[in-house]
C-alpha cells in the first residue's frame, strides 16, 4: 500500500469526492424527508425551503393510528417477503448453479426460458394468474402474493447467480470430489460457504422485489387486512388528490426496515467482505 | 323414544330455521379514508335495522376495484353489490356484471322519483341494473379579493369570462384552472364547454364543438390559462386555486373541504360554469348495482332500497357533501337551499348532463381527451383535433 | 481450455438442478403467456367478455393496433426510453461501481446508501419526480431559473419534447444503483493479482481498465445489460403515474398502451395483442443476448 502524505491526501480526496458524489446523487431522498415534515401549502409555494419553516410530524403521527395504520399492512408485508425470499432462494439456487456448472443440453434454451417469462408486463398477466390462484383456491391468502412474487425474483436470482458461479475457480468441485463428495454434497458444503456474499446479494434483490410488489399483492388479495405496506399509497392518492406529507412520510416508512435489514448484512452483501483495494 | 327423536329433531331445525345466520352481503366501493365513514354508517344502519342480512362494505383502490370488476367477470370473485362510476355503468351492464332489477324496481316506492340524468346513467338496452348513490356536479370556484381587485364580475358568460382573464392574469398568477389530463377526468371537466356551445357527444366535428375547444385553446395561447392544465388532475388544480396561482377554477362540491383547508383565510366563492348558449354542467357520482352472480339478491336489493330511502339518503348526502340523486330529497329539504356554498352546486345541478349513457363510452371519452390535449398543447387544430377524434367515435358506436 | 472433471457422468444431472425451478415457472407463466396468446388472436371486448364461445379473428387485432397511430407512437417511445435509460444508468452505474471499489474508507457504507434510492417502491418515485420536475413548484426548476441557467423552467412533463426525458430521469435514479450493485459484484471477482502484476509490467490506467476489467467484466455486463432491457422495456407503474403517458402519447409506451386498452376502454384482445407485441420485442433482443452468452462460455471454459 503506499504510504505518505500524497498517499493519505489522495484517499481523503477519494472519501470527500465520495460523499459529494453520494449526497447529489441522494438528493431526492433528501427532499422527500424534508417534504414529509412541511405541510402542504409550504410544498406548493412558489418559494421553496430547503429546511421547513415549521417541521412538524403530523404526517408521520397519522400512519401509526387510526384509519391508516401502518401495523398490520408492515406485519402483512414481513409475512409475504421472507416467504417469497424463502421458496424463491431454494428454487432458484440449484438452478442457477446448474446452469452454471453443468454442461446441459438446451442450456440456452433454460436461460431463454427464464428470460421469456419475465417478458409479459406483470399488469397483463394478472387476469390468467388471477385465474389460476382462483381455481388453487389462493385468492385472499399470503401464498398467491408470494408465489406471484417468486415468479419475479426467480429467474432474476438464477440469471444473477449464474454468473457468480461461474466466475468461482474451477478446481472447487475436483477437489471435493477427490475427497469422496458427490455433487451435491460439494455443492452445500464447499460452494455455497464460498458464495455467500452472492447469495445475499441475491436474496436481498428477492426480498426487495417482494417487499416492494404492489401490483400483485392488491389483485390477489383485496382484502384490506391483507394487504402489505406498498398498499397503504392508495389511502394517500384519492379524489381529493394526493397528500404529499404523507405520501413522502409514508415512503420514509416503506424503505426504513429494508435499510434496517440491510444495515445488518452489509457486511455480507458483496463488496462488503471486499473492501480491500480490487483495482490497482 | 324415535318419535321423540324425531319430534326434537324437528324442533332443532325448526329454530334453526327462525334464527338463521343472517347472509352476508359484501359491498365493494372505493371510498377511502374518510371519505367512507359516512357509508360506514349507512352500512351499519342496514345491519342494525333488520337481522336477515348482514353488509360488510370493502375498500379497494378505485383503479383496482376497476380491474377487479374485471377479473372476476373473466371467472373470478365477485361482491354482492358493486358500485361503480356512472359512466361506466353501461359498460360494466353490457359485460354482465348486474343483475337486470327492472321488475323490482317497478314495485319499488322509489320508482320515478329520481333526477333524470342520474337515473339515465344506470340503464342499457331499456332496462334497469342499479341505482344511484350519490350526484355531483362542476361549477366556477373564483377568488373574490382578485377579481375585486382586478375589477371584473364573476364571469357569466364566455365572453365575460375572456374580458376578465385579461385583467386577472399577472405574473405568477393564471385567470382560471381546469384539468385537461388525458383520461376521463379531461372529458369530464371539458364536457360543460363543450355541451354548451349547443355540441352533443355523438358530433364531435360540428362547428360549435370546434368553437369550445378553440374558446379553451385560445385561452391557453393567450396566456390566461396554464399550459401545465394537461397534466393537472382535478386535485391538482385545487391547489392552484388554493395557493393564489389562479384567480378561477372549474371544479366539484368534494373539493370544498380541501379548499377550507388549505387555504383558510382566502374569500372565495362559487359560480355557475360560463356559458355559451345555455348553462351546463356535467354529471359526476356513483351509482350501485346488484351483480348477477350473487347469491342473495333480494338480500341486496333490501339493501338498495334501505340506502336509497329519503331518510337515510338524506343523512348521508348532509353528512357526505355529496348530491342526492332523488329529486324528492333534494327539493324536501332546506339543507341545499340554506347552504351558502352547497346552493350554488344544487342550482347547477338541474342542468348536469350525464356521460352517454353507452358501454362504449370509453372509447368515446378517449376520443374526447385525445382532442382536448392535442388541441391545448398545440399538437394539432381543435378543428382538425375533432375531425380525428369523431371518426374514432363513429368507429366505436358502429362496432 | 478444460472443463471440470465431473462432465461427462452427469449430463442427466444438470436437468436435476433445473427442473423445480423451471417447472415452477411454466406452471405460473406458462398459462398467463398461452391465455394471452389466445386472447389476442379473439375478439374478447365490452360486449361479449360473459359469453362462452369467443369468436376467432386471426391477426385483426394486430392488424387493427398497428393501423392506429397509437402503437407506432409507443413502439418507439418504448424503445428510446428503455435505451435512454439504459445507457445512463449503466454508464453512471459502471463509473460509480469502479469509484467506490477502488479502495477508500467510506466506499462500503456510501455504496449502501445510494442503493436506498433503489429500495423506494416506484410509485411513489413517480410522485416525487413529478413534484420536483413540475415548473410552477418543482425545485429542480427553482434550482435552474435561480442560478440563472434558463431564464424560463422547464416543462420537462409538460412538454411532449421532454416528457420522455422527464421519465427517463427518473427510472434512471432508481436504476443506477441496481446496475452498481450488480457490476460491484462482477468487479469483485477479478482477482487483485492481475492488476498488480499488470502495474508491474508497467500499463497504464486504461490499458488496465480495458484489458483486464472489462473482459473480465463481460458475463456480469451482459447480464445487467439484458437485465436492465427487460426490466426497463416493460416498466408500467412509473409512468403511469408520473405521465399516465401524456401529454399526447408523448410518453406512452407499450405496457400503458396495453393496460389502457384492456381495462380502461374494455377492448381486451387489442390490449393482449399490444403485450404481445412487447413480448415479441423483447424476445428478439433476448435471442441477441444467448449468442453474446455463448461467446462469453467459450472464453471461461
Given at each position: 500500500?503506499?504510504?505518505?502524505?500524497?498517499?493519505?491526501?489522495?484517499?481523503?480526496?477519494?472519501?470527500?469526492?465520495?460523499?459529494?458524489?453520494?449526497?447529489?446523487?441522494?438528493?431526492?431522498?433528501?427532499?422527500?424527508?424534508?417534504?414529509?415534515?412541511?405541510?402542504?401549502a409550504?410544498?406548493?409555494?412558489v418559494?421553496?425551503?430547503?429546511?421547513?419553516?415549521?417541521?412538524?410530524?403530523?404526517?408521520?403521527?397519522?400512519?401509526?393510528?387510526?384509519?391508516?395504520?401502518?401495523?398490520?399492512?408492515?406485519?402483512?408485508?414481513?409475512?409475504?417477503?421472507?416467504?417469497?425470499l424463502?421458496?424463491?432462494?431454494?428454487?432458484?439456487?440449484?438452478?442457477?448453479?446448474g446452469?452454471?456448472?453443468?454442461?446441459?443440453?438446451?442450456?440456452?434454451?433454460?436461460?431463454?426460458?427464464?428470460?421469456?417469462?419475465?417478458?409479459?408486463?406483470?399488469?397483463?398477466?394478472?387476469?390468467?394468474?388471477?385465474?389460476?390462484?382462483?381455481?388453487?383456491?389462493l385468492?385472499?391468502?399470503?401464498?398467491?402474493?408470494?408465489?406471484?412474487?417468486?415468479?419475479?425474483?426467480?429467474?432474476?436470482?438464477?440469471?444473477?447467480?449464474?454468473?457468480?458461479?461461474?466466475?468461482?475457480?474451477?478446481?472447487?468441485?475436483?477437489?471435493?470430489?477427490?475427497?469422496?463428495?458427490?455433487?451435491?454434497?460439494?455443492?452445500?458444503?464447499?460452494?455455497?460457504?464460498?458464495?455467500?456474499?452472492?447469495?445475499?446479494?441475491?436474496?436481498?434483490?428477492?426480498?426487495?422485489?417482494?417487499w416492494?410488489?404492489?401490483?400483485?399483492?392488491?389483485?390477489?388479495?383485496n382484502?384490506?387486512?391483507?394487504?402489505?405496506?406498498?398498499?397503504?399509497?392508495?389511502?394517500?392518492?384519492?379524489?381529493?388528490?394526493?397528500?404529499?406529507?404523507?405520501?413522502?412520510?409514508y415512503?420514509?416508512?416503506?424503505?426504513?426496515?429494508?435499510?434496517?435489514?440491510?444495515?445488518?448484512?452489509?457486511?455480507?452483501v458483496?463488496g462488503?467482505?471486499?473492501?480491500?483495494?480490487v483495482?490497482? | 323414544?324415535k318419535?321423540l327423536?324425531?319430534?326434537?329433531?324437528?324442533?332443532?331445525?325448526?329454530?334453526?330455521?327462525?334464527?338463521?345466520?343472517?347472509v352476508?352481503?359484501?359491498?365493494?366501493?372505493?371510498?377511502?379514508?374518510?371519505?367512507?365513514?359516512?357509508?360506514?354508517?349507512?352500512?351499519?344502519?342496514?345491519?342494525?335495522?333488520?337481522?336477515?342480512?348482514h353488509?360488510?362494505?370493502?375498500?379497494?383502490?378505485?383503479?383496482?376495484?376497476?380491474?377487479?370488476?374485471?377479473?372476476g367477470?373473466?371467472?373470478g370473485?365477485?361482491?354482492?353489490?358493486?358500485?361503480?362510476?356512472?359512466p361506466?355503468?353501461a359498460s360494466?351492464?353490457?359485460?354482465?356484471?348486474?343483475?337486470?332489477?327492472?321488475?323490482?324496481?317497478?314495485?319499488?316506492?322509489?320508482?320515478?322519483?329520481?333526477?333524470e340524468?342520474p337515473?339515465?346513467?344506470?340503464?342499457?338496452?331499456?332496462?334497469?341494473?342499479?341505482?344511484?348513490?350519490?350526484?355531483?356536479?362542476?361549477?366556477?370556484?373564483?377568488?373574490?379579493?382578485?377579481?375585486?381587485?382586478?375589477?371584473?364580475?364573476p364571469?357569466?358568460?364566455?365572453?365575460?369570462?375572456?374580458?376578465a382573464?385579461?385583467?386577472?392574469?399577472?405574473?405568477?398568477?393564471?385567470?382560471?384552472?381546469?384539468?385537461?389530463?388525458?383520461?376521463e377526468?379531461?372529458?369530464?371537466?371539458?364536457?360543460?364547454?363543450?355541451?354548451?356551445?349547443?355540441?352533443?357527444?355523438?358530433?364531435?366535428?360540428?362547428?360549435?364543438?370546434?368553437?369550445?375547444?378553440?374558446?379553451?385553446?385560445?385561452?391557453?395561447?393567450?396566456?390566461?390559462?396554464?399550459?401545465?392544465?394537461?397534466?393537472?388532475?382535478?386535485?391538482?388544480?385545487?391547489?392552484?386555486?388554493?395557493?393564489?396561482r389562479?384567480?378561477m377554477?372549474?371544479?366539484?362540491?368534494?373539493?370544498l373541504?380541501?379548499?377550507?383547508?388549505?387555504?383558510p383565510?382566502?374569500?372565495?366563492?362559487?359560480?355557475?360554469?360560463?356559458?355559451?348558449?345555455?348553462?351546463?354542467?356535467?354529471?359526476?357520482?356513483?351509482?350501485?348495482?346488484?351483480?348477477?352472480?350473487?347469491?342473495y339478491?333480494?338480500?341486496?336489493?333490501?339493501?338498495l332500497?334501505?340506502?336509497?330511502?329519503?331518510?337515510?339518503?338524506?343523512?348521508?348526502?348532509?353528512?357526505?357533501?355529496?348530491?342526492?340523486?332523488?329529486s324528492?330529497?333534494?327539493?324536501?329539504?332546506?339543507?341545499?337551499?340554506s347552504?351558502?356554498?352547497?346552493?350554488?352546486?344544487?342550482?347547477?345541478?338541474?342542468?348536469?348532463?350525464?356521460?352517454?349513457?353507452?358501454?362504449?363510452?370509453?372509447?368515446?371519452?378517449?376520443?374526447?381527451?385525445?382532442?382536448?390535449?392535442?388541441?391545448?398543447?398545440?399538437?394539432?387544430?381543435?378543428?382538425?383535433?375533432?375531425?380525428?377524434?369523431?371518426?374514432?367515435?363513429?368507429?366505436?358506436?358502429?362496432? | 481450455?478444460?472443463?471440470?472433471?465431473?462432465?461427462k457422468?452427469?449430463?442427466?444431472?444438470?436437468?436435476?438442478?433445473?427442473l423445480?425451478?423451471?417447472?415452477?415457472?411454466?406452471?405460473?407463466?406458462?398459462?398467463?403467456?398461452?391465455?394471452?396468446?389466445?386472447?389476442?388472436?379473439?375478439?374478447?371486448?365490452?360486449?361479449?367478455?360473459?359469453?362462452?364461445?369467443?369468436?376467432?379473428?386471426?391477426?385483426?387485432?394486430?392488424?387493427?393496433?398497428?393501423?392506429?397511430?397509437?402503437?407506432?407512437?409507443?413502439?418507439?417511445?418504448?424503445?428510446?426510453?428503455?435505451?435512454?435509460?439504459?445507457?445512463?444508468?449503466?454508464?453512471?452505474?459502471?463509473?460509480?461501481?469502479?469509484?467506490?471499489?477502488?479502495?477508500?474508507?467510506?466506499?462500503?457504507?456510501?455504496?449502501?446508501?445510494?442503493?436506498?434510492?433503489?429500495?423506494?417502491p416506484?410509485?411513489?418515485?413517480?410522485?416525487?419526480?413529478?413534484?420536483?420536475?413540475?415548473?410552477?413548484c418543482?425545485?429542480?426548476?427553482?434550482i435552474?431559473?435561480?442560478t440563472?441557467?434558463?431564464?424560463?423552467?422547464?416543462?420537462?412533463?409538460?412538454?411532449?419534447?421532454?416528457?420522455?426525458?422527464?421519465?427517463?430521469?427518473?427510472?434512471?435514479?432508481?436504476?443506477?444503483?441496481f446496475?452498481?450493485?450488480?457490476?460491484?459484484?462482477g468487479?469483485?471477482g477479478?482477482?487483485?493479482?492481475?492488476?498488480?502484476?499488470a502495474?508491474?509490467d508497467?500499463?497504464?490506467?486504461?490499458q488496465?481498465?480495458?484489458?483486464?476489467?472489462?473482459?473480465?467484466l463481460?458475463?456480469?455486463?451482459?447480464?445487467?445489460?439484458?437485465l436492465?432491457?427487460?426490466?426497463?422495456?416493460?416498466v408500467?407503474?412509473?409512468?403511469?403515474?408520473?405521465t399516465?403517458?401524456?401529454?399526447?402519447?408523448?410518453?406512452?409506451?407499450?405496457?400503458?398502451?396495453?393496460?389502457?386498452l384492456?381495462?380502461?376502454?374494455?377492448?381486451?384482445?387489442?390490449?393482449?395483442?399490444?403485450?404481445?407485441?412487447?413480448?415479441?420485442?423483447?424476445?428478439?433482443?433476448?435471442?441477441?443476448?444467448?449468442?453474446?452468452?455463448?461467446d462469453?462460455?467459450?472464453?471461461?471454459?
Amino acid at each position: 500500500m503506499k504510504r505518505g502524505r500524497r498517499a493519505r491526501m489522495s484517499r481523503v480526496l477519494l472519501n470527500i469526492v465520495g460523499v459529494a458524489l453520494t449526497c447529489v446523487f441522494l438528493f431526492p431522498l433528501y427532499w422527500i424527508l424534508v417534504s414529509s415534515l412541511k405541510t402542504n401549502a409550504e410544498i406548493f409555494q412558489v418559494i421553496q425551503t430547503f429546511w421547513p419553516s415549521h417541521a412538524n410530524l403530523v404526517a408521520y403521527l397519522d400512519q401509526l393510528h387510526g384509519e391508516f395504520n401502518v401495523l398490520t399492512p408492515l406485519l402483512n408485508s414481513l409475512i409475504i417477503a421472507p416467504a417469497t425470499l424463502a421458496i424463491s432462494m431454494v428454487l432458484a439456487i440449484p438452478a442457477a448453479y446448474g446452469v452454471a456448472r453443468f454442461a446441459i443440453r438446451g442450456k440456452k434454451v433454460i436461460i431463454m426460458g427464464f428470460l421469456v417469462t419475465q417478458m409479459l408486463p406483470s399488469t397483463l398477466i394478472l387476469t390468467p394468474l388471477y385465474l389460476v390462484f382462483a381455481r388453487l383456491r389462493l385468492i385472499n391468502n399470503y401464498f398467491s402474493s408470494i408465489l406471484a412474487d417468486s415468479t419475479i425474483a426467480i429467474p432474476f436470482i438464477i440469471l444473477f447467480l449464474r454468473t457468480y458461479f461461474i466466475g468461482l475457480p474451477k478446481g472447487l468441485e475436483d477437489s471435493a470430489r477427490i475427497d469422496g463428495c458427490n455433487r451435491f454434497s460439494a455443492f452445500l458444503r464447499i460452494i455455497l460457504p464460498i458464495s455467500i456474499p452472492g447469495v445475499i446479494t441475491a436474496a436481498s434483490f428477492a426480498f426487495i422485489f417482494a417487499w416492494n410488489d404492489l401490483m400483485y399483492a392488491i389483485t390477489f388479495m383485496n382484502k384490506t387486512s391483507m394487504r402489505p405496506l406498498t398498499a397503504q399509497i392508495y389511502h394517500f392518492m384519492g379524489k381529493y388528490g394526493i397528500e404529499w406529507n404523507r405520501i413522502m412520510a409514508y415512503g420514509v416508512i416503506l424503505v426504513l426496515p429494508v435499510i434496517i435489514i440491510f444495515t445488518f448484512l452489509q457486511k455480507y452483501v458483496i463488496g462488503g467482505l471486499t473492501s480491500g483495494a480490487v483495482k490497482g | 323414544m324415535k318419535r321423540l327423536l324425531l319430534l326434537s329433531f324437528a324442533l332443532v331445525l325448526l329454530a334453526g330455521l327462525c334464527f338463521a345466520e343472517p347472509v352476508e352481503i359484501k359491498v365493494w366501493h372505493y371510498w377511502g379514508g374518510f371519505e367512507a365513514v359516512p357509508f360506514q354508517a349507512v352500512i351499519d344502519g342496514f345491519n342494525a335495522s333488520q337481522n336477515k342480512a348482514h353488509a360488510v362494505a370493502q375498500y379497494l383502490p378505485r383503479e383496482e376495484l376497476n380491474r377487479q370488476y374485471t377479473i372476476g367477470l373473466a371467472g373470478g370473485n365477485l361482491p354482492d353489490i358493486a358500485m361503480v362510476d356512472n359512466p361506466d355503468h353501461a359498460s360494466y351492464a353490457a359485460m354482465g356484471l348486474f343483475l337486470d332489477i327492472t321488475d323490482r324496481v317497478k314495485a319499488w316506492e322509489g320508482n320515478g322519483k329520481f333526477f333524470e340524468g342520474p337515473w339515465l346513467s344506470c340503464t342499457y338496452q331499456g332496462k334497469v341494473y342499479g341505482v344511484p348513490q350519490n350526484s355531483n356536479c362542476l361549477a366556477l370556484y373564483y377568488n373574490v379579493d382578485m377579481l375585486k381587485a382586478a375589477g371584473v364580475n364573476p364571469p357569466a358568460t364566455w365572453d365575460e369570462l375572456a374580458a376578465a382573464a385579461k385583467k386577472l392574469t399577472k405574473p405568477g398568477v393564471y385567470a382560471l384552472a381546469i384539468s385537461a389530463i388525458g383520461n376521463e377526468e379531461g372529458t369530464f371537466q371539458y364536457l360543460p364547454w363543450l355541451l354548451s356551445s349547443g355540441a352533443t357527444i355523438t358530433k364531435l366535428d360540428s362547428p360549435e364543438s370546434v368553437k369550445s375547444l378553440t374558446f379553451l385553446t385560445n385561452l391557453v395561447k393567450n396566456g390566461f390559462m396554464s399550459s401545465e392544465v394537461i397534466n393537472w388532475t382535478q386535485a391538482d388544480a385545487e391547489k392552484q386555486f388554493a395557493t393564489g396561482r389562479a384567480a378561477m377554477m372549474v371544479n366539484g362540491p368534494w373539493n370544498l373541504q380541501a379548499v377550507q383547508t388549505d387555504a383558510p383565510n382566502m374569500n372565495w366563492y362559487l359560480a355557475k360554469i360560463p356559458k355559451d348558449k345555455k348553462y351546463t354542467s356535467v354529471l359526476g357520482g356513483e351509482n350501485m348495482g346488484i351483480t348477477a352472480t350473487s347469491q342473495y339478491p333480494n338480500e341486496a336489493w333490501a339493501f338498495l332500497k334501505y340506502m336509497s330511502g329519503t331518510s337515510v339518503m338524506e343523512t348521508y348526502m348532509t353528512t357526505s357533501g355529496k348530491f342526492p340523486p332523488r329529486s324528492d330529497v333534494m327539493n324536501g329539504s332546506d339543507f341545499w337551499k340554506s347552504d351558502r356554498l352547497l346552493k350554488v352546486f344544487a342550482d347547477q345541478m338541474q342542468y348536469a348532463m350525464p356521460r352517454g349513457p353507452h358501454p362504449r363510452w370509453p372509447d368515446i371519452s378517449n376520443a374526447i381527451s385525445t382532442a382536448l390535449q392535442e388541441a391545448l398543447s398545440k399538437t394539432k387544430t381543435p378543428a382538425q383535433a375533432l375531425k380525428d377524434a369523431q371518426g374514432k367515435v363513429t368507429k366505436a358506436l358502429s362496432n | 481450455m478444460r472443463r471440470a472433471t465431473y462432465e461427462k457422468g452427469d449430463r442427466g444431472a444438470g436437468y436435476l438442478w433445473v427442473l423445480p425451478a423451471l417447472a415452477f415457472m411454466i406452471a405460473f407463466i406458462g398459462y398467463p403467456l398461452a391465455y394471452n396468446l389466445v386472447l389476442s388472436f379473439q375478439k374478447v371486448d365490452v360486449m361479449n367478455i360473459k359469453t362462452v364461445g369467443k369468436p376467432f379473428i386471426g391477426i385483426g387485432n394486430y392488424r387493427e393496433i398497428f393501423l392506429g397511430d397509437v402503437l407506432s407512437t409507443s413502439l418507439t417511445n418504448t424503445l428510446l426510453f428503455t435505451i435512454g435509460c439504459l445507457v445512463l444508468q449503466f454508464s453512471i452505474g459502471l463509473a460509480l461501481a469502479l469509484y467506490f471499489t477502488t479502495g477508500f474508507r467510506l466506499q462500503v457504507r456510501l455504496r449502501g446508501l445510494l442503493t436506498v434510492a433503489w429500495m423506494v417502491p416506484s410509485t411513489v418515485v413517480a410522485l416525487l419526480f413529478k413534484f420536483m420536475l413540475s415548473p410552477s413548484c418543482g425545485i429542480l426548476n427553482y434550482i435552474i431559473v435561480g442560478t440563472g441557467i434558463l431564464r424560463e423552467p422547464i416543462g420537462w412533463l409538460t412538454s411532449s419534447s421532454t416528457a420522455l426525458w422527464g421519465t427517463i430521469i427518473a427510472n434512471t435514479w432508481i436504476g443506477v444503483p441496481f446496475n452498481m450493485i450488480l457490476l460491484t459484484a462482477g468487479i469483485s471477482g477479478i482477482p487483485g493479482e492481475l492488476y498488480e502484476s499488470a502495474a508491474i509490467d508497467g500499463a497504464t490506467g486504461a490499458q488496465r481498465f480495458f484489458r483486464i476489467t472489462v473482459p473480465l467484466l463481460k458475463p456480469a455486463m451482459y447480464a445487467v445489460l439484458i437485465l436492465g432491457f427487460v426490466y426497463t422495456f416493460k416498466v408500467f407503474d412509473l409512468i403511469y403515474v408520473m405521465t399516465n403517458g401524456g401529454p399526447v402519447h408523448a410518453t406512452e409506451v407499450l405496457s400503458t398502451y396495453a393496460y389502457k386498452l384492456s381495462f380502461e376502454r374494455f377492448h381486451f384482445s387489442e390490449g393482449a395483442a399490444a403485450a404481445n407485441v412487447l413480448f415479441a420485442c423483447l424476445f428478439l433482443v433476448a435471442l441477441g443476448y444467448l449468442r453474446l452468452v455463448r461467446d462469453d462460455e467459450e472464453i471461461h471454459a
